[in-house]
Every structure is written in C-alpha cells, then in structure tokens.
C-alpha cells in the first residue's frame, strides 16, 4: 500500500478537506496513474450530498481522470510509462457477462467496479480527487495526443455520457437535436452533436449563456422559462437530450419531440419526475435512459474529440477551492467544468 494526498468529504454533506488515502500495490496488470487533472461531475455532489442513498464516508470523490503512467505491472500490455491516459467511473468489471462481452461493462452483470465509493463487495474505493491512482490497464483509455490533459479530463465522464446517446439515437446531419441544461454534460452535447453534424439548439432555463451556447456550436438557443418556448418548438426536435440535476417538466419538454422522435435522460435528480403517458402515445415518442459509456465506446469518443479538436471548456482551480467550486456549481455558475489542478492536492 501507498499513502497518497486526497481530498474528501469525511461524511455525507461535510465539506471536503486535505487527507491521506492508501492505493495498492501496482497488480501485474495493473497500471499507476499520476493524476494531473481531476473534473468535478455534478454526480459529485450528489453522492457527496447523499442525495443518492446512504454511501460510504470518507468519500474522495472523482471520475474525470486524467494523467500519466508512472509504473506498470509486468503483464501489463496495453500502457507504458509515460503515456497520456484517462480513467472515468469505474475501474474493473468481470469481462466475461453478456454485457462486459457486449462492450457495456458499466452494466456488468457481477456488478461494475465504481471508480468511487463502494467496490460490489462492499469495499471502499477513493476517486480521482487525489495524486495518483492504480487501476487494471484495461480500464484506462489513452488520451490521444493533440488533447491536452486538462480539457481532456472532463470527457472521461460528461465527454461519453453525451457522445454515446447522440450516437445511439442518430444525431447527424440532416437531424434536429436539442440539449437541455447547458452545464458539463450539456456544453459537452453540444460541442459533440454539431460535431456529428446535426443541427443543435440548447434549451437552458434563461437566455444568460446564449452567446456561450452559439459559441460552442448551437445555432439556435431558447429559455425554456418563456412559455412562449414551447409553443414555437412544439414537435421540432428528432433528439433531445437532457442533462438537467433537477426536477423539471418532463411532458413540457416530450412536446417539443418530433413525431417517432426520443427523447434521452442523462441528468439525474434524485426525485422520481411524472411522466404523462399520453405525452408519449400521440406522436410514437420514445423515452429513454443513458449511462456514461463502456470502455470501447469511451476510447471511440476520445478519439473523435481529438479528430474534431474538441475537450472542454474548463475553470482550472486549484483543491483548495473545491467547496467554492460545488457551491458554484450548485447555484449554476460553472462555464463549464471545473477542474482540479492535482499538483495543488
Ligand atoms: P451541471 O454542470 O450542474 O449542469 C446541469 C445543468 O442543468 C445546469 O447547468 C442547468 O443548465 C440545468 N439545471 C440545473 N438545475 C435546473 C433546474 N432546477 N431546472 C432546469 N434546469 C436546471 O451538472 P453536470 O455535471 O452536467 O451533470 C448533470 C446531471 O447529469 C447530474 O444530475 C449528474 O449527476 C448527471 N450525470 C449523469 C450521467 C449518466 O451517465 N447518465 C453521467 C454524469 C452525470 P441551464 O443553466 O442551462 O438551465
Ligand atoms: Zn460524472
């Protein structure tokens, strides 16, 4: 085991401080990661905040990782030290379920291995928010060159939670996508669907970030507190996906989906929200869900991003400003992804 620098939250809803955190030996397929960059996920907060359930505490939290490799087990194939690598939210599977077979080990059957809190036996797991980290070489993707370790960070989680439902669900040229919420998941939506070429608009609460939304490649924006919002978009959209951390009006917005349309959610609140199933039945809607993204999927997003020049944009901060940075993004000031300098930690 190695003593390393961490911060976490020492219990639920407590802010987070300075600690020490132990790693394990480095396996024989194992690599050690110098994190660089750590991204702070509104997922974050909700676990810190418990707003999930009961979790484990001290919690150190952290699924944006990105770094470089400083030591590599002797099986290890895929790593070398020195190389540039990302780790998002979760770190092994079993490999051999339909899912992990399917290349959805998020959904592993056994039970994925979370980047942080709990292991599936109950173990405590530390996240990202530290100096380094150890994972097995499979679960760390390769940052491509011409991405640089900070914007890169984020994409590990905002970065393939959106890239996988735009491409599952078609977002391309000719097609209409709407992302709700513009945030981490959602400016990262929009960079990555006009990037597959659709046509975006970004539904926000108000019109205060519209030249951002433009700016990062939406060609059009709306405040979705005019009611005259919805009646102009009413069945405009093939895709729409929200990013949205709390409750919102549901059916308002499944009445902007065009007619066979979807709409996908990423965002997730902790209260259940009504659905109104005739919002669905007139017009052959579908509503459906997404998870971040397998680790094949994850790298195919890595190296979009590098081909488009994409990451995200960020607010580097050093650690001792997370707690400002969650209050911050907690009252909808974060353009659009704080990120944690770990030399700081
Ligand atoms: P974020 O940066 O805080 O962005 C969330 C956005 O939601 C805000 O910027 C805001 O956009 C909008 N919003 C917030 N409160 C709202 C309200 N009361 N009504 C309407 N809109 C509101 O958070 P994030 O890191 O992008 O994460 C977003 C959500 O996705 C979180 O719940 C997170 O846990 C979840 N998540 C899910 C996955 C997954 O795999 N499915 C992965 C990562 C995160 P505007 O200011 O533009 O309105
Ligand atoms: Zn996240």
């Known amino acids: 085991m190695t003593a390393v620098a961490a911060y976490a939250a020492p219990a639920a809803?407590?802010?987070?401080e300075r600690t020490t955190i132990a790693r394990r030996p480095v396996g024989p397929h194992d690599v050690l990661i110098e994190i660089k960059y750590?991204?702070?996920?509104?997922?974050?907060?909700?676990?810190?905040?418990?707003?999930?359930?009961?979790?484990?505490?001290?919690?150190?939290?952290?699924?944006?990782?990105?770094?470089?490799?400083?030591?590599?087990g002797d099986q290890v194939t895929k790593h070398k030290v020195g190389d540039r690598v990302g780790v998002g939210c979760f770190v092994d599977s079993c490999g051999e379920c339909d899912n992990c077979k399917a290349g959805m080990e998020q959904f592993c059957l056994t039970g994925a291995t979370a980047t942080y809190p709990v292991d599936p036996n109950g173990d405590h797991m530390y996240g990202g928010y530290s100096t380094h980290i150890v994972v097995t070489e499979n679960f760390a993707l390769k940052i491509p060159e011409?991405?640089?370790?900070?914007?890169?960070?984020?994409?590990?989680?905002?970065?393939?939670?959106?890239?996988?439902?735009?491409?599952?669900?078609?977002?391309?040229?000719?097609?209409?996508?709407?992302?709700?919420?513009?945030?981490?998941?959602?400016?990262?939506?929009?960079?990555?669907?006009?990037?597959?070429?659709?046509?975006?608009?970004?539904?926000?609460?108000?019109?205060?970030?519209?030249?951002?939304g433009l700016r990062l490649g939406a060609e059009a924006f709306y405040a979705t507190s005019d009611p005259a919002t919805f009646e102009e978009l009413a069945g405009s959209f093939d895709l729409i996906v929200s990013t949205v951390s709390a409750n919102?009006?549901?059916?308002?917005?499944?009445?902007?989906?065009?007619?066979?349309?979807?709409?996908?959610?990423?965002?997730?609140?902790?209260?259940?929200?009504?659905v109104h199933l005739f919002s669905l039945i007139d017009g052959n809607k579908t509503l459906a869900g997404s998870?971040?993204?397998?680790?094949?999927?994850?790298?195919?997003?890595?190296?979009?991003?590098?081909?488009?020049?994409?990451?995200?944009?960020?607010?580097?901060?050093?650690?001792?400003?997370?707690?400002?940075?969650?209050?911050?993004?907690?009252?909808?000031?974060?353009?659009?992804?704080?990120?944690?300098?770990?030399?700081?930690?």
């Open 146 to 212: 011409g991405v640089a370790l900070d914007v890169a960070a984020p994409l590990l989680c905002a970065g393939i939670t959106l890239y996988s439902p735009l491409k599952r669900w078609g977002a391309g040229p000719g097609k209409k996508v709407a992302v709700v919420g513009l945030g981490g998941l959602g400016h990262m939506g929009v960079k990555i669907a006009a990037a597959l070429g659709a046509e975006v608009t970004v539904l926000s609460q108000s019109l205060r970030k519209q030249e951002d």
């Open 13 to 16: 809803k407590a802010p987070l």
């Open 248 to 274: 919102f009006d549901l059916n308002a917005i499944l009445g902007l989906v065009k007619t066979g349309g979807v709409f996908v959610n990423v965002g997730a609140p902790a209260d259940p929200l009504p």
């Open 38 to 72: 750590s991204g702070i996920c509104h997922s974050d907060i909700h676990q810190v905040k418990e707003e999930w359930g009961e979790s484990l505490f001290p919690m150190v939290p952290g699924h944006e990782i990105a770094g470089v490799v400083t030591a590599v």
């Open 291 to 345: 998870m971040i993204g397998g680790i094949a999927e994850t790298q195919e997003m890595l190296d979009f991003c590098a081909e488009h020049g994409l990451g995200a944009d960020i607010e580097l901060i050093d650690a001792d400003r997370i707690n400002e940075a969650y209050d911050r993004v907690l009252a909808g000031d974060v353009r659009y992804r704080f990120v944690i300098d770990a030399a700081t930690i």
